[in-house]
């Protein structure tokens, strides 16, 4: 352990010292990429630090305790308890601050709400979703970009996507695809029954082109004008794009945006993400057989979480977790369920790690 850690101090110091170079600090797409990296790295470097100084102050204690004076023993005696009972905790951190994360935490993600049964409930809920988690990325101090918004037609939305960009984003909302479900009386309900409706939530990371090798050459690329109600600007002009990529087949577009080139970039990202997703399914499928995943597959069936009105409660079944604060939950207090989301992960990858 000690080695990795003196290697990913290493990279730490390089890291450090590229950021200081004037060609990088000119070259703004490098270093931003710089910079999130040496923020990932900057909380097991102060982990290691501790560490380091812990064994030093161990070997230095028990080397005291050679010593003839019975005071100097005594107290060097004193000095290595204190020091070996912090050790297996910060042990405990540093395994878990090394355990891999998976490549794509670190990267911006296209955030995408969708009402889904339930008629005019399921869009003022999908609505709902939407304030929780505007609020929830307000105290993260994300950046959120609306791309497209289809408003229902008794409030809430029917559909609305969203780039959100900070640090760590999609490592923490990586956990909130699939099916959302709400329990509780709809307003135009006269006779005061609960209701079950449902929204669904994707979150794509964003890729960048360099993330995946696609041939130009490989590409075809259609432009069209999007479907929809007539007279609206999006059928008016051929804003939709469409890539195929020749040789596997694989297909991408976007309609979502009234721009062109942002349509063009939300294909282009959807198309990288079903490469990716075609060339690691062999091996996910490998990993999937070891440990059973938290993250959903973005699959519109995947009923991870029920918001219950009547009982102020949130359940997310995939760990079993219950709290009753839902009226915090939906005004964006969802760190709770996003950190037990995260351990659980975290003691799934240990668990497998410890198995191979």
Excluded: C
Aim: proline share 3%; hydrophobic share 35%.
């Amino acid at each position: 352990m000690f080695e990795k850690l003196q290697a990913i101090y290493e990279r730490y110091v390089y890291i450090e010292e590229q950021l200081s170079n004037p060609e990088v600090v000119q070259d703004l797409k490098k270093y931003t990429k710089l910079n999130k990296q040496y923020k990932e790295l900057s909380e097991i470097v102060e982990q290691y630090h501790l560490y380091k100084n812990l064994l030093s102050n161990i070997e230095n204690a028990k080397e005291m305790m050679k010593d003839d004076d019975p005071e100097m023993k005594e107290m060097a005696k004193a000095e290595l308890e204190e020091a070996e009972a912090k050790l297996p905790a910060i042990e405990e951190n540093i395994k878990v601050l090394l355990i891999p994360k998976d490549p794509e935490d670190s990267k911006d993600v296209v955030f995408e709400i969708r009402s889904g049964a339930g008629g005019d409930e399921a869009s003022i809920f999908a609505g709902d979703l939407y304030k929780m988690y505007t609020k929830f990325f307000e105290t993260q101090n994300w950046k959120v970009e609306l791309i497209d918004i289809n408003e229902g037609t008794v409030g809430g939305y029917n559909k609305i996507v969203m780039e959100v960009t900070g640090d760590d984003v999609y490592g923490r909302l990586k956990f909130e695809s699939g099916a959302h479900r709400v329990q509780r009386v709809p307003k135009t309900e006269s006779q005061g029954r609960v209701h079950t409706s449902a929204a669904t939530v994707v979150v794509m990371p964003k890729f960048e082109a360099e993330d995946i090798d696609i041939n130009k050459a490989d590409l075809r690329t259609d432009t069209f004008r999007a479907s929809g109600a007539g007279g609206q600007h999006v059928n008016k002009t051929e804003s939709g794009v469409r890539f195929t990529h020749i040789p596997t087949g694989i297909v991408a577009e976007s309609t979502d945006s009234r721009s062109q080139h942002k349509n063009r970039e939300i294909a282009m990202n959807r198309l990288i993400v079903k490469m990716k997703t075609s060339q690691v399914e062999a091996n996910y499928q490998e990993q999937k057989s070891k440990r059973k995943s938290l993250v959903g597959s973005g699959d519109r069936s995947d009923k991870i979480r029920t918001y219950n009105y009547p009982q102020n409660r949130v359940t997310d079944h995939r760990i079993n977790l219950t709290l009753y604060s839902l009226d915090k939950i939906v005004q964006g207090q969802i760190e709770e369920i996003i950190e037990a989301l995260v351990l659980a992960e975290n003691a799934e990858k240990m668990k497998a790690g410890e198995s191979v």
